[in-house]
């Protein structure tokens, strides 16, 4: 069973650019959430997307945005690129019911110059 | 609120027993999390608990939880080289009963010298 497959691994982008990363979750889950990591901050939650709806969002601005597909894929999307942009962003996979557990992609390294 | 701490770093001898500590202070914690991240990953689920539950063991691990005072235990026994890597503790809160969010601790530092 394959697990949850964030691309790209790394990306630069330059300051005011856009970017959108992309996770596609274990066959059969259709929750799908994104969090950020930082030195400085550790782990952030940015939001949560389940059967293509978004059911919780994290203290975030506006310029970070996402979706999801109707094949449990999804997206987000930061623009405006801002250097403290710079992190991991790492997606979690689960089924969405209560009781379970979240898995997590290897995560995109974002790096704004 | 929502907060959970974790020391920073821990520093054990190859073949003793590492504990990593962790406290929260959301009493409507449901569930509790230990997460592995290695230099470069993502994050690796090791172990969770219920909150109703005491202990849990999986082979080398020994999840404790102390739910009065909001403290989560994880033990590693027989610590490897392989064992090194960062430690999060994570809680899923009842509120968020409709909801996979996650609140992660600062993680522990976890370094295993021969």
């Known amino acids: 069973k394959a697990g949850v497959t964030q691309t790209p691994r790394y990306l630069i982008k330059t300051r005011g650019q856009q970017v959108t990363l992309s996770c596609s979750p274990i066959?059969?889950?259709?929750?799908v959430s994104w969090y950020q990591q930082t030195p400085g901050q550790g782990l952030q939650f940015l939001f949560e997307y389940f059967s293509e709806t978004q059911r919780n969002k994290g203290n975030f601005p506006g310029r970070f945005s996402g979706r999801q597909f109707s094949n449990s894929r999804s997206e987000m999307n930061v623009s405006t690129l801002e250097l403290g942009d710079s992190a991991l962003y790492l997606c979690?996979?689960?089924?969405?019911?209560?009781?379970?557990?979240?898995?997590f992609g290897q995560g995109t390294r974002l790096t704004v110059v | 609120g929502e907060d959970v701490e974790q020391s920073l770093f821990l520093s054990v001898r190859e073949g003793d027993s590492s504990v990593i500590n962790c406290t929260y202070t959301d009493s409507s914690s449901t569930y509790l999390y230990w997460y592995k991240q290695e230099p470069g990953a993502g994050l690796q689920l090791l172990t969770y608990?219920?909150?109703?539950?005491d202990m849990k063991q999986d082979q080398r691990l020994t999840v404790l939880l102390n739910k009065k005072d909001k403290h989560l235990s994880l033990r590693i026994a027989d610590t490897q080289t392989g064992d090194s890597a960062i430690y999060f503790c994570a809680e899923k809160a009842l509120r968020s009963y409709n909801t996979d969010k996650l609140i992660f601790g600062t993680g522990t530092r976890l370094q295993v010298f021969p």
């Open positions: 979690a996979s689960s089924t969405g019911q209560a009781n379970t557990e979240a898995f």
């Open positions: 608990i219920f909150s109703n539950m």
């Open positions: 066959s059969g889950h259709r929750s």
